[in-house]
């Protein structure tokens, strides 16, 4: 958090002083919390950072430079900065989701594949944090939702016992979440009405994975009407770690991403079925899910005209 | 700065989900607000049959004496529509804005259900402030 990019400029100043034993033994934060007068000049600096990055209208130059001078003065005088705040790494800015701050997932270039040597596979995913004004994007580990999937299905198992039902669940579960996310991404990732199904799954695949997962896919193996294609998944965020059971072959780990497709296209008046063919958890060398259109719902009014 | 008089979310089956109105003038009591927004529901279906233009989507603006009446759908059938004072510029990026907001703090809490009234305290917060400040039109997109 700015303290590396800081350490260079300013270390001379601030740093050249503090001793790695001085820091740990707190000797430096009793000598700022003695000092009255610094501490609530601190104070002050860090509601006016907070306050131009909430204000209305929100004046983005204005936040920079109060999220500096917090920033700089707190180094100088060694207090450490409010762990509830985040600051952006380049920029110095306050960060408020909603405000200032755009949160992705972001799935780690390293383009290591699942073998049985885990040990050395570092893959790791990503939040980024974007700030709004230097365009920054702030990088923090993301294992946590990799894990926090997997505890997800764990407990499913435990609690249905058929691998057949968690399979269902979990399709369900992302139809939950597709009804909801679909409005997002029409909201924020300004696409138009799509022609037709080529373009719909086409979007999907470039701008939809990119947007949730972080990662791009590519649409092939479409049939000779059009209405069935397959969406293949080089990479996925949601496997990092995990190897399958002999006892769970017949799990679909991923099932909630399908369940997710499913639950958008179905809000925007398309039914589809989405099944997976191949899984790098079974084995495969990719990830592949066929989407077929079953119908298309027009949006009109059930009443007839004439009546 | 443009007077918003008041602010309707209907869901895509027409039931008002949210209604919220500034200022004095043009203030509504409960059944006039349902009343308009199923009059604009329906409206708004009517105008897409009606259309002698192919593929309409609809009344976007509504001009009378007293007010504007602007109107935003999203593909998934939500509608967001508000009643200004004539002439009122932004309302097209504002609408925008509070869709982006309606995804934010209503849809991604666990604890909305999908087409019923809007309770969220977030999107209270969030939404007074774009509305009051007119912040749509700083943020220029």
């Known amino acids: 958090m700015g ?25 430096i934060q009793t000598k700022a919390a003695s000092n009255t007068k610094s501490k609530s000049r601190f104070e002050h600096l ?74 050395d596979n570092i893959t790791q995913n990503n939040v980024v944090y974007k700030c709004h004004f230097c365009l920054h994007q ?46 997002e991404f029409l909201a924020k990732s300004n696409v138009s009405r799509c022609n037709d199904f080529r373009e719909t799954t086409d979007v999907i695949a470039k701008v939809g994975f990119k947007m949730f997962l972080g990662v791009t896919a590519s649409v092939t193996n479409w049939d000779a009407d059009g209405t069935c294609c397959s969406i293949v998944l080089e990479d996925n965020p949601l496997v990092d770690f995990v190897e399958l059971p002999d006892n769970c072959q017949g799990l679909y780990y991923c099932n909630i991403l399908s369940g997710v497709i499913r639950g958008a296209l179905d809000m925007v008046s398309m039914k589809t079925e989405v099944t997976w063919l191949r899984d790098v958890l079974r084995g495969d060398d990719v990830f592949e899910l066929q989407v077929k259109l079953l119908k298309h719902v027009p949006e009109e009014y059930p009443y007839k005209d004439d009546e | 700065m443009a007077a918003i008089y008041s602010l309707y979310i209907i869901n895509k089956s027409g039931g008002l989900i949210y209604y919220k109105d500034y200022g004095s003038a043009g203030r509504m009591d409960t059944n006039d607000s349902l009343r308009v927004a199923s009059l604009w529901h329906s409206m708004h279906a009517i105008s897409q049959q009606l259309s002698p233009v192919s593929g309409c989507l609809g009344i976007e603006l509504l001009q009378a004496d007293t007010f504007d009446l ?21 309302m097209e990026n504002l609408l925008k804005f509070v869709y982006e907001l309606y995804t934010d703090y209503v849809l991604k809490n666990p604890f909305y259900e999908m087409e019923m009234p ?24």
């Open chain 1, 3 to 27: 303290k590396k990019g800081r350490a260079q400029k300013l270390g001379s100043v601030s740093h050249t002083a503090i001793s790695l034993r001085e820091e740990a033994t707190g000797k």
């Open chain 1, 46 to 119: 860090k509601n006016l950072a907070l306050w131009a990055t909430t204000n209305d209208p929100l004046i983005p130059s204005l936040a920079a430079f109060y999220g500096h001078q917090y920033a700089t003065f707190g180094e100088a005088t060694g207090v450490p900065p409010d762990p509830s705040l985040m600051t952006c790494q380049r920029c110095e800015t306050v960060l408020q989701p909603g405000f200032n701050l755009t949160v992705r997932i972001e799935k780690n270039k390293s383009k290591v594949r699942h073998k049985r040597k885990k040990t």
């Open chain 1, 138 to 183: 702030n990088r923090k580990n993301a294992e946590l939702f990799t894990l926090t999937y997997g505890a997800i299905v764990r407990q499913l198992l435990t609690d249905l016992e058929e691998v057949e039902e968690v399979n269902k669940q979990l399709d369900q579960m992302g139809y939950n979440i597709g009804i909801r996310l679909i409005d």
């Open chain 2, 70 to 90: 602007h109107c935003f759908q999203s593909l998934t059938g939500t509608k967001f529509f508000v009643v200004c004072e004539p002439g009122a510029q932004h």
């Open chain 2, 118 to 141: 809007i309770r969220c305290e977030l999107f209270d917060i969030n939404l007074t402030q774009a509305v009051q400040k007119d912040r749509v039109a700083f943020l220029g997109r």
